[in-house]
């Protein structure tokens, strides 16, 4: 009963993706196109209250249909642009499988237990390994990672590559089941790649975001944070807030001191 039940979800999502147009941009891509098998190892792994969703609401079938169509699209997108080629893109490959082996070995095995000297050992013999896995998944943070927590997630990290190395013996990797399941969450990420992207290619210009705050002075940060700043000053002087609501305030509650009235 209850593979006949995700085969059901299944079905319904095929029909609803036939009847989109499945995504399609390059002849060549592995996100080219979502397959009734790769839906069909998607409602296994779905959570017991999204089948049920998914299963009584056409809206969030058709919802879960547009992000697979979205994210496949962008990552065809990406391949496009050589995203998919690069030295970040290959690292997150290697992170992502890891980390679905991982998983998948321990839901198998959940006796499975690595000591302390096991993971100590293994960091010491993959440092070099670790430092990159670790710049890659941290390049967008600008903050430094306190040493305790690094420490804490080098024994994540060796962790992690012990049990999806357990899992590769078992031949979890060769699974149809797996791929699938790699490839949705790297269609993710070429997609996230692309997007950045599109936002970095499209950044304006310093001339750009001059020309723009002459002709809208009141989209200029610094303006707008020193009046804040100056509002701030007369509230802590003890200036009346209706008095200030009124002239600060630029949408209804103008004329009545900030007072938003019942909702």
Same mark, same amino acid.
Request: with cysteine; net charge negative; proline share 2%.
């Given at each position: 009963?209850?593979?006949?039940?995700? &085969?059901?979800?299944?079905?319904?999502?095929?029909?609803?993706?036939?009847?989109?147009? /499945?995504?399609?941009?390059?002849?060549?891509?592995?996100?080219? &196109?979502?397959?009734?098998?790769?839906?069909?190892?998607?409602?296994?792994?779905?959570?017991?209250?999204?089948?049920?969703?998914?299963?009584?609401?056409?809206?969030?079938?058709?919802?879960?249909?547009? @992000?697979? *169509?979205?994210?496949?699209?962008?990552?065809? /997108?990406?391949?496009? +642009?050589?995203?998919?080629?690069?030295?970040?893109?290959?690292?997150?490959?290697?992170?992502?499988?890891?980390?679905?082996?991982?998983? +998948?070995?321990?839901?198998?095995?959940?006796?499975? /237990?690595?000591?302390?000297? $096991?993971?100590?050992?293994?960091?010491? &013999?993959?440092?070099?390994?670790?430092?990159?896995?670790?710049?890659?998944?941290?390049?967008?943070?600008?903050? @430094?990672?306190?040493?305790? @927590?690094?420490?804490?997630?080098?024994?994540?990290?060796?962790?992690?590559?012990?049990?999806?190395?357990?899992?590769?013996?078992?031949?979890?990797?060769?699974?149809?089941?797996?791929?699938?399941?790699?490839?949705?969450?790297?269609?993710?990420?070429?997609?996230?790649?692309?997007?950045?992207?599109?936002?970095?290619?499209?950044?304006?210009?310093?001339?750009?975001?001059?020309?723009?705050?002459?002709?809208?002075?009141?989209? #200029?940060?610094? *303006?707008?944070?020193?009046?804040?700043?100056?509002?701030?000053?007369?509230?802590?002087?003890? $200036?009346?807030?209706? @008095?200030?609501?009124?002239?600060?305030?630029?949408?209804?509650?103008?004329?009545?001191?900030?007072?938003? #009235?019942?909702?």
């Amino acid at each position: 009963m209850r593979s006949r039940k995700h &085969s059901l979800i299944a079905l319904m999502l095929v029909t609803l993706l036939l009847g989109a147009g /499945a995504c399609s941009l390059f002849n060549r891509s592995e996100y080219k &196109s979502i397959s009734a098998a790769d839906l069909t190892i998607l409602a296994d792994n779905l959570p017991d209250q999204q089948k049920r969703t998914l299963a009584q609401n056409e809206g969030q079938r058709k919802q879960l249909i547009d @992000q697979f *169509k979205k994210a496949f699209s962008l990552a065809q /997108a990406a391949e496009s +642009e050589g995203l998919h080629k690069s030295d970040r893109f290959k690292g997150r490959r290697v992170i992502s499988e890891d980390q679905l082996l991982a998983a +998948e070995f321990t839901r198998r095995d959940p006796a499975f /237990a690595v000591t302390q000297e $096991e993971l100590t050992s293994y960091y010491q &013999s993959h440092k070099a390994e670790f430092d990159a896995d670790f710049d890659l998944i941290t390049r967008n943070s600008t903050q @430094q990672t306190p040493e305790e @927590q690094r420490e804490i997630l080098r024994l994540q990290w060796a962790e992690m590559k012990i049990r999806a190395a357990k899992g590769r013996e078992a031949g979890i990797d060769k699974e149809a089941g797996f791929k699938a399941q790699v490839r949705f969450n790297l269609a993710n990420v070429l997609a996230n790649y692309y997007s950045e992207l599109l936002e970095e290619r499209f950044k304006p210009t310093a001339e750009e975001k001059a020309g723009y705050l002459a002709e809208h002075p009141e989209a #200029d940060l610094e *303006k707008i944070r020193q009046r804040a700043q100056e509002l701030l000053a007369r509230v802590k002087k003890g $200036e009346p807030f209706d @008095q200030l609501a009124t002239e600060y305030n630029e949408d209804a509650t103008r004329g009545t001191g900030g007072d938003l #009235d019942w909702f």
